[in-house]
């Protein structure tokens, strides 16, 4: 009889398993003249609960259906108003057979969007958003939420990049401010390194991207002979600059030596810096969308300096 009463109430959200077990409860409260099978019930109810809510459910349903909280409520608030103790006996399997089929049937989709869990913005456009607020400890939340699940290498190539590229397009048609620009540049260029930091400890024999002093376009003088020295040359500006810090942090752990230069030097200076340091591989890093101008240029000069040179 128990058993079959916690069946059914179990389909009232959040109260059915505790009215449930109170019936159960209160019978050996009342029946028994020891508290040992009292707290036996209750003890199994809330192991029962707990392993129930918290293993079985998200295993067998709970990740793959992605319904919110808040859309368990209001479809048993809709669904008693509806049908009464039946809809409400329903609310839950119906709500969750329709937030299933929106996610397939282009013409629900809205409905995926008001009761489902997963996030509505793509995580760049996310953090992007925290970034615009001038919420640097939100923003630092979601690159955190997004590398405990991503490798390195995803964590830039699709949250990272894809942000500055969006401030970048936003600070070329004029839509932010300067003080958003440099306070965008400065936290991601600070996110890189920590990233880089966090990730695992930087060799010795390679560049410190997490010291704020970095000497660029030095010599890696303490470079073996087989080491092969790659050369980063923003194409730009500092947003440049800063995917090139990107591409060093994951270069570094295969054993390459960088030689990333600074985006306020000249186009000589850097062939210059390539050419003094005996670069094997040349890499610009250009942060669309107006940094392709300046790529081209750069790839000219380093074709006409391989031209004179058999070193590029």
Not at 129 to 153: G, I, P, W
Not at 300 to 309: I, N
Request: net charge negative; proline share 6%.
């Amino acid at each position: 009889l128990w058993g079959v009463l916690c069946a059914v109430l179990r389909f009232i959200p959040y109260l059915g398993p505790w009215l449930a077990a109170a019936f159960p409860v209160f019978v050996c409260l009342g029946n028994y003249d020891t508290w040992a099978v009292f707290l036996a019930a209750v003890a199994m109810f809330v192991v029962i609960e707990v392993l129930t809510n918290n293993v079985l459910e998200p295993i067998l349903y709970g990740a793959a259906v992605g319904m919110s909280a808040f859309a368990v409520i209001i479809a048993a608030t809709v669904w008693t108003f509806l049908w009464g103790v039946e809809g409400l006996l329903v609310a839950t399997p119906l709500t969750t057979c329709l937030v299933v089929l929106s996610k397939y049937v282009p013409m629900l989709r809205p409905i995926d969007t008001l009761l489902g869990n997963a996030p509505v913005l793509d995580p760049h456009t996310r953090l992007y958003q925290r970034l615009l607020a001038l919420n640097e400890a939100d923003a630092s939340e979601v690159v955190d939420d997004f590398r405990r699940q991503h490798t390195l290498t995803e964590t830039f190539d699709v949250l990272l990049l894809p942000t500055l590229a969006l401030s970048e397009r936003d600070r070329e048609a004029g839509n932010l401010t300067s003080d958003r620009s440099v306070f965008i540049r400065d936290t991601m260029r600070a996110f890189t390194s920590r990233l880089s930091e966090q990730d695992e400890s930087t060799p010795a024999d390679s560049v410190d991207l997490s010291d704020p002093n970095l000497p660029v376009s030095q010599p890696p003088a303490v470079a073996s002979e087989s080491a092969v020295v790659v050369a980063v040359l923003p194409a730009k500006d500092e947003a440049d600059e800063t995917a090139g810090l990107m591409l060093a942090a994951l270069l570094q752990r295969r054993g390459y030596v960088l030689d990333l230069l600074d985006d306020t030097q000249l186009a000589s200076e850097k062939l210059a810096a390539v050419r003094r340091d005996h670069a094997a591989v040349v890499v610009i890093s250009a942060v669309p969308p107006n940094a392709a101008s300046q790529s081209r240029y750069l790839v000219k000069r380093l074709a006409a300096c391989g031209s004179r040179e058999d070193r590029l």
